[in-house]
């Protein structure tokens, strides 16, 4: 490994020890705080265990919330509970490295760009480094990524029609993922450190390795790549998870919208259909990169858009390392991939297919995690199983196997299955979801939380109609479903589910919400749930994407306790600029500091139009990264309590 030097002067350490020393100190602590079956949802609910020091499996902690909600507001602006404060951490184009250009987005290049904070930042994960054997709530990395770009807030006069290589350049430098260093002071609240060794950008041209089983496919095979094991950049990444060996495993998600000319295929080819499938343009692009890259032109490269799809880990602590597309995770519109181990030590992986009528999967490793061997744990999601959700309107489900030559798969290989996701999971039988976002255990009751945003097409002609699981028909306003696996198991097959949370607006009878039970008259009126997290008493956190569509206000952040007399109180929290979403709520290890990305401010407009001047105050909006604490600086008191 090259060496590279860490920014503070005062060591003499490597980057490369310091890595070391990390990582050995963060095995330490795993093996403190593990008593199987402790749920290994991820870095920061295992810590906040160690520190509670007893990881009590089943424990309901009765820990009121107590911040008073906001009422729904259409300000261009971020505003939060009183008591609480909000700063911007990072913001769209600022540098990354010392030698990188300041923001200016009147001369903005592609090389600039590649050394600057990505557009359009959706997950936010921190990672704490440790200090004094603990997980450090003031400093650590921040994993960000930047799912896709909007060429009218970043381009002045942007025709899309017309977009020029040097914009389509810029576009695909500000597209994949950030790591920075961040660290909280006394003075300055929360600040990235511009010179530090872990800084990094991956981005659409980045090269990834494929892993697993599709690894080498004849359809990941394209001119530049002949072995199809090399892919070039990674796009559309949504959401994400972290795994206890300190990992991210970000998503590509809407891959689709970035190819084009399907219809130039000739339908005696098997892929055309196999793309369309998944959406992939039949015309020009919405970005037109295919104007100035061929690889982007289906016409003419007809495998790459199967090189896109997929689940990519990659080592935050290690600025070398090679971004690894896990096609064993399968290949679809992956929100997030969320990990929890298996009370037998299997790593089990989460994931929603964000697509009307798509399914919800876990993906179950044969190897069993050893939090000592971090290099084993690197190669535990390249072998094992995918599974689908089925959901039975009596209440129970199960996990149907994604196994190629066996069943209904008997025709497929399971590299079929990884690339086909899709059609493997429509022939075993998988329940077709309202658009399967989030999904997250719940670190205090152990059970699953599934986020379905909407589906405004359910039980319209020619779709599908309601079940139990997906109840209202033209389901605008989205719901979430609290699923128990069987034995409280991860690694369970079978699992018993309920509607948590029917959203809307609990004043308009239509709506037909439905809120745990909880009076409907003292919750606050949400819609289109996406991303959630949960805080150390096992409080449910939800950001909402496209609440302004049907309701008077901007997406915001709720929060809403899952045990206890006020299971279903959802209270909103936090409320963001015009036209954006709220994506990755994330909490530092002891909840002082929530993150979220502001993604999109006023999207639909332009900069000569612009919908939304946050943060600057300028016709150029910026996404970013907030953080809110408490305005006492949250010394003295939590995010959640007081
Ligand atoms: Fe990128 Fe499913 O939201
Ligand atoms: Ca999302
Ligand atoms: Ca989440
Ligand atoms: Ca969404």
């Keep these: 490994m090259k060496t590279v030097r860490l920014h503070r002067a005062e060591t003499s350490e490597t980057f490369a020890e310091i890595v070391a020393r990390r990582i050995e100190r963060r095995a330490f602590l795993k093996g403190m ?38 009422a729904m507001t259409q300000a261009d602006t971020v505003t939060v509970a009183p008591g609480y404060t909000s700063q911007v951490v990072i913001r769209w184009g600022d540098p990354l490295f010392p030698n990188a250009p300041a923001f200016d987005p009147a001369k903005q290049t592609a090389a600039a760009q590649a050394r600057q904070f990505g557009f359009n930042c959706d997950f936010v994960g921190f990672f704490p480094f440790e200090r004094d054997f603990r997980a450090s709530s003031n ?52 600040r990235y ?32 790549d002949p072995r199809g ?55 020009a692009s919405e970005r037109r990169w295919e104007n100035h890259y061929s690889r982007f032109d289906v016409a003419k490269e007809p495998n790459e858009p199967f090189r896109f799809g997929w689940v990519v880990e990659i080592d935050p602590f290690n600025p070398l390392s090679i971004p690894k597309k896990r096609t064993a995770l399968g290949r679809l519109k992956h929100e997030a991939a969320t990990f929890a181990a298996a009370y037998d030590g299997r790593a089990v992986v989460y ?23 971090r290099e084993e744990n690197a190669k535990l999601l390249d072998e094992g199983t995918l599974y689908v959700a089925r959901f039975k309107d009596d209440g129970t489900g199960e996990w149907l196997p994604l196994i190629g030559g066996q069943g209904a798969l008997r025709e497929m290989s399971q590299a079929d299955v990884c690339i086909h996701t899709r059609t493997a999971a429509q022939l075993v039988g ?16 152990g059970k699953v939380y599934a986020v379905m945003t909407n589906n405004t097409q359910r039980g319209t002609s020619g779709r599908p109609g309601t079940d139990k699981a997906n109840p209202r028909a033209e389901n605008k306003h989205g719901h979430i ?16 589910w309920e509607i948590l949370m029917l959203c809307g607006d609990p004043t308009v009878e239509k709506d037909g919400t439905y809120f745990a039970g909880f009076d409907r008259r ?14 150390n008493q096992g409080n449910l956190w939800i950001a909402t994407d496209g609440m302004p569509r049907n309701l008077k206000n901007n997406d915001s952040i709720y929060a809403c306790p899952v045990e206890g007399p006020e299971r279903g109180f959802v209270r909103q929290f936090l409320t963001g600029p015009s036209e954006c979403e709220i994506c990755g709520p994330e909490m530092t290890p002891n909840n002082e500091t929530l993150f979220c990305a502001i993604q999109h401010p006023g999207e639909g407009g332009s900069i000569e139009k612009p919908l939304s001047r946050w943060p600057d105050g300028t016709s150029y909006p910026r996404p970013s990264v907030i953080a809110v604490t408490r305005e006492d600086d949250g010394r003295t008191a939590r995010v959640i309590g007081s």
């Design 33 to 70: 705080a593990a008593v199987a079956p402790v749920l290994l949802a991820d870095v920061q609910s295992l810590f906040a265990q160690e520190e509670a020091a007893s990881p009590n499996f089943n424990a309901q902690t009765p820990d009121k919330l107590t911040f008073q909600p906001l």
């Design 193 to 224: 450190r511009i010179d530090s060794g872990f800084n990094r950008r991956i981005t659409g041209e980045t090269p990834c390795a494929f892993t697993g089983p599709a690894a080498g496919n004849e359809l990941l095979k394209v001119s530049y």
């Design 139 to 190: 400093e650590g990395l921040l994993v960000v990524n930047h799912e896709y770009t909007d060429g009218p807030t970043m381009f002045a006069n942007y025709k899309a029609a017309e977009a020029t290589k040097e914009q389509v350049d810029i576009e695909l430098a500000a597209h994949g993922l950030t790591v920075v260093e961040i660290e909280r002071s006394e003075i300055d609240g929360w």
């Design 229 to 283: 094991l090399r892919a070039r950049g990674m796009l559309n990444n949504c959401s994400a998870g972290k795994t206890p060996w300190g990992t991210v495993l970000t998503c590509e998600e809407n891959f689709n919208q970035y190819f084009a000319n399907t219809s130039k295929l000739p339908d005696s080819d098997p892929r055309k259909a196999m793309h369309n499938r998944y959406g992939v343009t039949a015309g």
């Design 351 to 373: 994931t929603g297919d964000d697509e009307r009528f798509e399914c919800m999967y876990k993906f179950i490793s044969k190897g069993k995690f050893n939090r000592l061997l």
């Design 522 to 535: 003292q919750v606050s009126a949400l819609s289109c749930p996406d991303n959630i997290t949960f805080d």
């Design 481 to 496: 479903i609290e699923i128990t696996e069987a034995d409280n198991d991860p690694g369970s097959l079978q699992f018993r």
């Design 430 to 445: 998988g329940t077709k979801m309202d658009r399967p976002e989030d999904i997250e255990i719940n670190p205090v009751n």
